[in-house]
């Protein structure tokens, strides 16, 4: 039997539920129901059990199901078991199949996902942690600015987190909406403002359409300013800071970079503005 | 005065007050420290006389202000850009406490009324109303009064203007009901309400560090503070103490290693006691790791079957540390202990695994590391 099924949290836990019934089964994944078409039609096979494509599944049950109700020894800041798939499905070099062949191949131990003891369950626990930094960095460093009032923001992170990036940035401004743009999609938060569902995808390139209000921010020279005015010279500690912030995150944004900047080259004490004011005392 | 130029004046003034809150850093100085909040004086015209301060009453600088609605505003356009979690907001003493809580709380009225739903840290004056405190506790997140040293004799010699007792020791206690209190309340608005914490002044005065961290633990049991924060002394011109030595850094550092001692590894100031030479004063190096060198009787500890007590006497590992060893046993090799973020080299001489004694070349040669 063949058992295909969808690319996210659901589709996953129910795949593997599958496979511990139906060991023998194959398996084919699928990002939504076109592509699940696209690869039937292509292999012209009919009897194909369909999972995870229609209504919501109860996920947190059929972790219950799968790995029993043994808590897992998780590291502290370590997602729990449904956190986990949804982030290693983000990951660049995830697949879906090889997933759930580990996940079956855990038998209901859970520990097997956190221990990194298997080269796979290595694998895997690195590619969860991989995407949780990335979007730790995506929330420490991307600066948003308004564009016809909306607050955009362009991520590039080789990992698929603009979602999670978008409802984290709505969380924290619930009175204007925003857009995430990755690649050739933008995230919609707060939607409702500017007539669209609270949470949505839209092509990126309509969201120039988009207009909320006429706010408009140009706070850089102020940043600099401040950003400068914390500094304490006596406790310059370039290596710290370079180990805190690399380079990789400061090209996040210009102010990030500005900031970088700064820290390797240092910040000059003195500017031809202040001899000026220093002649005319 | 620009706004700018106000608005870099104040935040000088605020640049050695310490307030992270564990939550996003948005950026990092070249000193290493994180940027979170936006943090500003409201005013560093001050009518208060203390004798390390730069800006005491009297003394010749820039004086600036700024407006509740200015303060909102940077603080709006700093956040909506990602570049703060929020507010820190002190200020020099307008006239006297109660005006100047007055005018912090209008700031923070202002934020949570126009919708900020961000993190708001305020520091109130020595001597701030109770009935100001519990209007700042329906807005702020966090919100406390710096002891500044360790008694009232220290206080009335470095701060002449209050009294250690009552403007001081009463708030602490205040601030602690009102955030028992806040955190009961049921749907408090959504706010993390963040623990007791205040700072203390180190080096203005000859206060040896015993009774610095004798205060700190009696300040923890007491008012139930979680975080001490400790500024080195720097002599300001102009000011009473302007020829006073400035205190190492150095002390700053072994100071916070030691309240952690106290808050995270359930360490009390008598077990301490080794760390201090003679006058009282700590030494320039890793309290903990002196601490183990004292009793080389208790260890080394087996890692797969000590108490968590006993792996917390072991240096290189933290109270996270420990909990993972005590998660992930029986534990096979040092490889493991690594991945749980445990200092190898710190922890090597005082830790065996399955019998076997881990060891070094320092240790060997009876060096420690």
Known sequence: ?281 | MTLMERMRVLSEGTKYDSCNQSAVCHAFGPDGRCIQLYKTLMTNACSGECTYCPNRCGRDSVRASLTPEEIVKITWSFYRRNSIEGLFLSSGVIGDAERTAEKQLEVASLLRGQGFTGYIHIRVMPGTPKYLLEEIADYANKFGVNAETTSSLNYSEICPNFDYKNDVLQRLQWTRDLINKKRQEEGFKGRIIGANDTQFVVGALQEPDREIIGTVEKFMDRYELRRPYFMSFDPVPSTPLENNEPSPLWREVRLYQTSYLLKDYGLTANDLDNVLDDNGFLLDADPKMLLASCSPDMFPVNVNTASKDDLLRVPGIGPVGASRILQSRPISSEKELARMGVVLNRARPFIEINGKRQTNLFSFAGVSA
């Open chain 1, 1 to 281: 039997m063949i058992v295909a099924f969808r690319e996210n949290v659901g589709g996953v836990l129910l795949a593997c539920a599958e496979l511990m019934v139906n060991p023998d089964c194959d398996l084919i994944s699928a990002k939504d129901s076109d592509d699940l078409k696209q690869k039937m039609d292509f292999t012209g096979i009919d009897d194909v059990k369909v999972l995870g494509f229609r209504g919501t599944t109860d996920t947190t049950k059929l972790v219950k199901y799968i790995f029993g109700k043994q808590l897992p020894r998780m590291f502290q800041g370590d997602p729990d078991v449904e956190g986990y798939v949804s982030m290693i499905l983000r990951h660049r070099s995830s697949r879906p199949i090889e997933l759930v062949s580990f996940l079956y191949s855990c038998q209901g131990n859970v520990e097997l996902l956190y221990s990194g003891k298997s080269v796979t369950g290595k694998k895997y626990y690195n590619y969860m942690r991989d995407v949780n930094r990335s979007y730790h960095r995506l929330c420490m460093f991307a600066r948003p600015y308004f564009v016809n009032g909306v607050l955009s923001v362009k991520v590039d992170s080789p990992h698929r987190i603009g979602d999670m990036f978008c409802r984290w940035l709505a969380r924290k401004n619930p009175d204007i909406p925003i857009s995430v743009i990755e690649g050739n999609i933008a995230w919609i938060g707060n939607g409702g403002h500017v007539g669209l569902e609270h949470y949505t995808q839209v092509p990126s390139s309509l969201v120039g359409s988009l207009e909320f209000s006429n706010a408009c921010d140009d706070i850089d020279d102020m940043w600099d300013m401040y950003y400068d005015s914390q500094f304490i010279p006596k406790r310059r500690n370039k290596n710290h800071a370079r180990q805190l912030q690399p380079k990789a995150s400061a090209s996040m944004s210009k102010m990030s970079e500005r900031d970088s900047y700064k820290v390797e080259r240092g910040i000059a004490n003195c500017t031809l503005d202040n001899f000026v004011s220093q002649s005319e005392v």
